[in-house]
């Protein structure tokens, strides 16, 4: 799936500055995947080192391992994650500290390579291409709207009031706090290293803790020259209340940019967003948003999104723009969230990738955003872009807010939390173009200050229970699941309701403080 990323900025020029190195993108099973290397993992106990045919040969020291490589066209060997691991113990649990980037010799092909590694018997648990991740992004049809209608909805953009994320009565309860981290996995941020002027206005003071690049040798140039890393940025955390163009959703928290898609083509590496994850973990970030995707699987990939969760990170990305049911990754690992985009009308978009992973939808159309401002323009620049790229920010921002409101929340139950207080549509209960629903701020943040148990039970008879709970005014528990599964309850327009079970099994009723039983 290729998805190309437009400019669309308001008062902005396009200014780009030539790639460092191009990909070598080839088709492998009609997946975009990189043409030069392959991602392994060894076996436990495989003694292997990193080596470069090239610089200085195997060397005497080479083991059996080492020496099969080299005789099967690799040129080069380099450890993934080289910089070691925050929390080694996890990170040696997945494999992570045996898994290596393979750098084929000039005229072998991926496909033929891979499959020979993958035969030798006993060395490599994992043996994959690194796919191409692309980010998730659309064009709009016009340029018209001058407000956020994703954060307050008055129908100013032709669509129906109040189909918005209720970001004010959020920011009635906090705007963020600094020690609270969003790190951006993309195309990195508007920066002074190439402009002649400061950062971008809505991210000046002191607010990015960190930056790097993965898709170069020089890792301290993380600056944006595609634009979409700078507008993902601006929707989950540009500075409100400061007289300048816009307000992103976490007004004060602070910004880690990583790197991971590149300046020629907006593109990057299963390899660059593995590592861009374990760093951005090892940096303290508290969540993480990945605005891109592929609809290759990679147990690689997956083994950064399990690290990142198991050190308690909080991982969201967009479904992708594909329009029709399709897993799309990282999205649609268990570790991460899954984000939709809806319309200024609560409507699904039409380009949202649906599916039974989609966990979440958030606005995603025609959103009004930061983006690099031109070579030598004294002001910073907005434009509007769509995509489930722009959907996801919008998640990854309320869960900052919950964050900095109550730090000592888990990545699950603030996952809870988001899913319960969603507003559901579309179909009843979750569903494949929703999710559970589209996010609503106000209603996370008003059940993160809530202390005691969310969700109250009372009896009306041995087969049924009714509920009642302060902020989110239900009427039914709508996922209904069959014997001994969970029942998610979804917000409706009264304050009590009644939920049947059958007659011959329990059901329960998650709530994000605590649960409670229905049944024999």
């Not at 692309?134 to 909805?153: E, G, K, S």
């Not at 600056?223 to 007289?243: F, K, L, P, S, Y």
Request: net charge negative; with cysteine.
């Amino acid at each position: 799936m290729r998805i190309s990323i437009l400019l669309l900025a308001v008062l902005a020029f396009w200014f780009v500055v030539a790639p460092a190195q191009a990909q070598n993108i080839v088709l492998l099973n009609g997946v975009e995947v990189d043409g030069q290397t392959l991602l392994v993992k060894t076996r436990a106990g495989v003694a292997i080192r990193p080596f470069d045919v090239a610089l200085d040969g195997l060397g005497p020291d080479a083991t059996a391992a080492m020496r099969s490589l080299a005789q099967a066209g690799v040129l080069r060997l380099r450890p993934l994650y080289p910089e070691g691991f925050a929390n080694p113990q996890l990170a040696a649990g997945l494999g992570m500290d045996r898994t290596f980037v393979v750098e084929l010799a000039p005229g072998r092909e991926v496909g033929p390579a891979m499959n020979g590694l993958a035969a030798m018997q006993g060395l490599f648990e994992v043996v994959e291409p690194n796919s191409i991740v692309r980010a998730d992004q659309v064009r709009p049809d016009d340029l018209l709207f001058d407000a956020q209608w994703a954060l307050r909805n008055t129908g100013q953009s032709g669509g129906t009031a109040g189909a918005d994320i209720r970001a004010e009565t959020a920011w009635g309860v906090t705007t963020g706090r600094a020690t609270v981290r969003i790190a951006i996995l993309d195309t990195g941020l508007d920066a002074p290293r190439s402009w002649p002027r400061p950062i971008h206005e809505e991210f000046a003071g002191g607010r990015i803790v960190a930056g790097r690049n993965f898709t170069t040798p020089d890792r301290e140039d993380w600056v944006d020259r595609r634009g979409h890393g700078t507008h993902v940025a601006g929707i989950a955390a540009a500075r409100g209340d400061n007289g300048l163009g816009i307000a992103g959703v976490c007004w004060t928290c602070g910004l880690i940019i990583g790197k991971v898609l590149d300046d020629e083509s907006g593109s990057g590496t299963m390899a660059e967003v593995s590592a861009g994850l374990q760093w951005a973990t090892d940096v303290n970030a508290d969540v993480i948003n990945m605005s891109l995707g592929t609809p290759s699987f990679s147990a690689v990939l997956l083994d950064s999104c399990r690290y990142a969760w198991g050190s308690g990170v909080l991982l969201v990305a967009s479904s992708g723009n594909s329009g029709i049911r399709q897993e799309q990754y990282p999205a649609a690992y268990g570790e991460v969230i899954a984000v939709g985009s809806t319309r200024d009308d609560d409507n699904i978009s039409v380009f949202s990738t649906r599916g039974a992973h989609l966990e979440l939808s958030a606005p995603g159309e025609e959103i009004l955003s930061t983006e690099p401002g031109c070579f030598g323009c004294p002001q910073s620049a907005y434009g509007i872009r769509s995509g489930t790229s722009m959907a996801a920010p919008h998640v990854a921002g309320v869960a900052a807010l919950m964050l900095s409101t109550n730090p000592g929340l888990t990545n699950i139950q603030v996952r809870n939390i988001l899913t319960l207080t969603a507003v559901d549509l579309g179909a009843t209960g979750r569903d494949e173009a929703f999710g559970f629903g589209r996010i609503d701020a106000g209603r996370a943040l008003l059940a993160v200050q809530q202390q005691t148990i969310w969700v109250n039970f009372t009896y009306s008879g041995p087969m049924d229970g009714s509920f009642l709970r302060p902020y989110n005014r239900l009427s039914v528990g709508v996922n209904a699941a069959p014997c001994g599964g969970t029942v998610r309850v979804i917000g409706s327009s009264s304050e009590t309701g009644t939920f049947s079970r059958p007659a011959s099994c329990s059901v329960n009723i998650e709530s994000w403080g605590g649960s409670a039983t229905i049944g024999r």
